[in-house]
T-cell receptor, first 114, second 113 residues
Framework: AQSVTQLGSHVSVSEGALVLLRCNYS??????LFWYVQYPNQGLQLLLK??????LVKGINGFEAEFKKSETSFHLTKPSAHMSDAAEYFC????????????FGGGTRLMVKP | DGGITQSPKYLFRKEGQNVTLSCEQN?????MYWYRQDPGQGLRLIYY???????QKGDIAEGYSVSREKKESFPLTVTSAQKNPTAFYLC????????????FGSGTRLTVV
């Protein structure tokens, strides 16, 4: 069974600093990969997804993620953090030809200090 | 606009009462899901349905029940058998392709007093 690991349940950065949220997956074949963001008391919103096209994927709100097959990683980055980026972020994976079910990571809470 | 609607946003119930959470989608998605979210515990799958009139248990189905009589609707009943029902509940839907991901509702916060 595939699994998703998000290293660091809490990440704190200063406003204007680089944001790096880590996601590693275990899959025997290149999967489809997703990042979602959740603001307090709201549902999850899709930030970006990788579906075997370009390995560098750009999403909303200035976020991007790079698929690295050799490292089985799909880390999320943003060059300059904004206070409004404070939220919880979830990485998820679905496997090619294995149905549409997603496996989620445990989530990373991003805190942005002024 | 198409989307997925959960109601109510906040729900309060007395201990021992059953309560039903609504989830409706107009995206023409085949699959629907229910997740429970507790602080620091990520998302835990309660039930899912890939097609009308069929549903499967997830990781924490005990104390919950669902129905899928219509493609658009997937209500979740929290029964009195659920020992700790206070949580944030999320409904999601998806198409039948693994590359699409899920669309989520805005959630229902259930508090049992």
């Amino acid at each position: 069974a595939q699994s998703v690991t998000q290293l660091g349940s809490h990440v704190s950065v200063s406003e204007g600093a680089l944001v790096l949220l880590r996601c590693n997956y275990s899959s025997s074949v290149p999967p489809y990969l997703f990042w979602y963001v959740q603001y307090p008391n709201q549902g999850l919103q899709l930030l970006l997804k990788y579906t075997s096209a370009a390995t560098l994927v750009k999403g909303i709100n200035g976020f991007e993620a790079e698929f690295k097959k050799s490292e089985t990683s799909f880390h999320l980055t943003k060059p300059s953090a904004h206070m409004s980026d404070a939220a919880e972020y979830f990485c998820a994976v679905s496997e090619y030809n294995a149905g549409n079910m997603l496996t989620f990571g445990g989530g990373t809470r991003l805190m942005v200090k002024p | 606009d198409g989307g997925i609607t959960q109601s109510p946003k906040y729900l309060f119930r007395k201990e021992g009462q059953n309560v039903t959470l609504s989830c409706e989608q107009n995206l023409n998605h085949d699959a629907m899901y229910w997740y429970r979210q507790d602080p620091g515990q990520g998302l835990r799958l309660i039930y899912y349905s890939q097609i009308v009139n069929d549903f499967q248990k997830g990781d924490i189905a005990e104390g919950y029940s669902v129905s899928r009589e219509k493609k658009e609707s997937f209500p979740l009943t929290v029964t009195s058998a659920q020992k700790n029902p206070t949580a944030f509940y999320l409904c999601a839907s998806s198409r039948d392709r693994e590359s699409y991901g899920y669309t989520f509702g805005s959630g229902t916060r259930l508090t049992v007093v």
